[in-house]
């Protein structure tokens, strides 16, 4: 390959992938300013490793194991945020699992099969965006590259440096903590019962 | 007709099943099968799945025009 195959290969292939790669820095770093400078950093430093893309099937992982890896590096060093207290990884902890979902998913399903869910859906996005961005990072992350960017498990796996196992347990236990933050956070929650007959 | 996986392992099943990463054709059609008949189990897919496709929706966003221009200068500087 050519210096400017190489070029006109990744130039669309960042072309290609802009939007989700905004997308995920936004949710990871939670700033649109923050999340413009990752993309623009991490594209920089792509490009500065090209070499190291060793089969160009695999841009899409390489590219956000690349902003990944910068975002965490970046994350410590200027350390903006504090990092979120210890957390479970979830590895271990399939009875704690279970027993969160018998606790509350079937509240939840009820809440969200409820008639008002029209009035819900009206209100939803400000409120998935709030529990998405309170999630703590590990699980945020998987969460948004499976669920909405469509990343595999072994793809995650790869862009994260874990296993994929644990991508699948972070996945479980991310979608269970976003659950309950959306049933604590429902609407008319702390409304008291002054409407209740 | 193949036996009834129940509940449990349906739940089990699930969230692989939503994000495609239940690869073996019995085991897709026994998680299949057991949601065709179970009210419970079906709910909750369709909880499952219609809060996938929101959150998909919300945390989707269009790159802003000036990131756009920052990173097509940066392009060309390549």
Redesign the interface.
Known sequence: MTDIDT?TF??AG?EQH???L??VA??LTRT?TDA?DL??EA??KA?ASIDTLNDQARFRPWMFRIMHNTFVSDYRKRSIRPIEASFNDGENDDDDLASL?NEQ?DD??VW??NPEREFFNTL??EQ??EA?DNLPEAFRTV??L???EGF??DETADVLGIAPGTV?SR??RG?TL??KALWEQRPGLHEGTDHET | MKHDIGCLQA?EAL??YL???LDDPDSIAEFEQHVDHCRSCF??IE??R???Q???K???????E???D??AK??KK?
């Open positions: 070029k990744f130039g960042v802009l939007d989700a905004f997308s936004l949710r649109r413009e993309v623009a594209v920089a490009w979902l998913s939840f399903l969200w099969s939803l996005g998935l965006l998405l969460v948004i499976v669920n909405v595999t498990y699948r996945m479980k979608r976003l659950q | 739940i969230y692989a994000d495609g990463e709910s909750r909880m499952e219609a809060l996938k929101r959150i998909q919300t945390a989707r966003h269009a790159t802003p000036e990131l756009r920052r990173v940066l392009m390549l």
